[in-house]
């Protein structure tokens, strides 16, 4: 884990681990908004659980054979568990996988876990099932965990990671500890955009993440800023013409290949509510240190409530649109129309 996003959630750790392995619960559920480091807060628990020399604060020592092997992505005692992605859909995969729904977690990847879970250690310590995005195992995957967590061994821990925790089983949350995740304070998150690389307009960019500074990272990483100022601006000020105003998304979206189709959707859609709350309360959520757009007081509250709403049908599908420039001259008509000034 890099030092600034180990510093990021130092406090929990310390709690968590106030009183040694030894009092550690074999599931833990690690629950909160995306963007808040818990991936890495449980990749580097696990490489403490599985460290043969770790320090007195319980920090894996990085050169013992298990860290090496846990570095090099071999360790025979850990598992790694996360949604299976579009491969299996893939020229030469088998019909049946084909028909897998991708982006989620199978019951085929929980049921291989059984051998390692009940079969035994090959360094003779601790193992390790990190698991991720949990909330996207389908059913049957769920029951298949919850059945493995019932009787685990001694020596094996599960480190659930999930960013929507209500989309688990009520039985499977109460098999694990939860841990919570919070926001951090701004003064924090600012500080670790800091240590990052990423101090200009940083308040800018943790009010649009929802306060998340490791998605405000990850946006840095993938090159999305430019994009999402691109975006912003083109709503402040939008062209009237909804097919011209698609044709600039389009542009937008053909220069910055990291940011796609659901991204400007999503984009769109915070603006959208934003412009509501500013109408009905005066604040606002996540544009707060962008230019306001002017005129603010003719637009009509319920118009921008009910584009927020035209718009999640369009979300849900903008991963595999049929034909993605129909699409966003649809999603620029229901936009500039909710940015019409309400007639009096």
């Known amino acids: 884990m890099q030092p600034y996003i180990y510093k990021l959630n130092i406090k929990l750790r310390t709690q968590l681990l106030a009183q040694g392995f030894e009092r ?20 580097n628990l696990a490489a403490s659980l599985l460290c043969e020399a770790s320090t007195p604060e319980f920090d894996a020592c990085g050169t013992c054979p298990s860290c090496r092997w846990l570095t090099a992505g071999n360790h025979p005692d850990f598992r790694r568990i996360a949604p299976a992605g579009d491969e299996d859909a893939e020229e030469g995969a088998t019909e049946k996988a084909k028909k897998r729904s991708p982006g989620s977690i199978r019951i085929d990847q929980i049921r291989e876990l059984e051998d390692f879970v009940f079969v035994g250690s ?27 967590l ?12 999930s960013s929507n ?15 919570s995740f919070t926001t951090p304070e701004k003064a924090v998150a600012a500080e670790f955009l800091g ?10 960019y943790l009010a649009l993440a929802g306060g998340a500074p490791l998605q405000v ?5 993938e090159g999305q800023l430019t994009a999402i100022d691109a975006l912003v601006e083109s709503l402040i000020a939008p062209l009237s013409d909804p097919i011209q105003l698609a044709a600039r998304w ?10 796609r189709l659901e991204h400007l959707v999503t984009g769109i859609q915070r603006w959208l509510f934003d412009l509501a709350l500013e109408r009905m309360s005066g604040e606002v959520h ?21 584009a927020w709403r035209e718009l999640l049908p369009l979300r849900r599908s903008a991963r595999h649109p049929l034909n993605p420039l129909l699409f966003m001259e649809t999603l620029a008509f229901y936009t500039l129309r909710a940015l019409r000034p309400a007639t009096r």
């Open 24 to 43: 550690l619960p074999h599931a833990l559920l690690l629950a909160g908004p995306a963007g808040l480091g818990k991936r890495e807060f449980a990749e």
């Open 122 to 148: 090959h360094r003779q310590a601790n193992r390790v099932v990190l698991l991720t995005e949990a909330e996207s195992m389908n059913p049957a995957a769920a029951n298949a965990l919850l059945k493995i």
């Open 150 to 161: 019932e009787e685990p061994p001694s020596s094996v821990y599960f480190l659930i990671v």
């Open 165 to 179: 925790i209500k989309n688990l089983l009520p039985t499977l949350r109460s098999r694990c500890r939860v841990v």
């Open 195 to 204: 240590a990052a690389g990423l101090e200009k307009q940083a308040t800018r």
């Open 217 to 221: 990272m990850q946006w840095k990483n």
């Open 250 to 259: 389009d542009a937008l979206l053909k220069n910055e290949n990291a940011f």
């Open 286 to 306: 996540y544009h707060g240190d962008w230019p306001r757009p002017k005129d603010i007081a003719a637009l009509d509250p319920l118009a921008l409530l009910a």
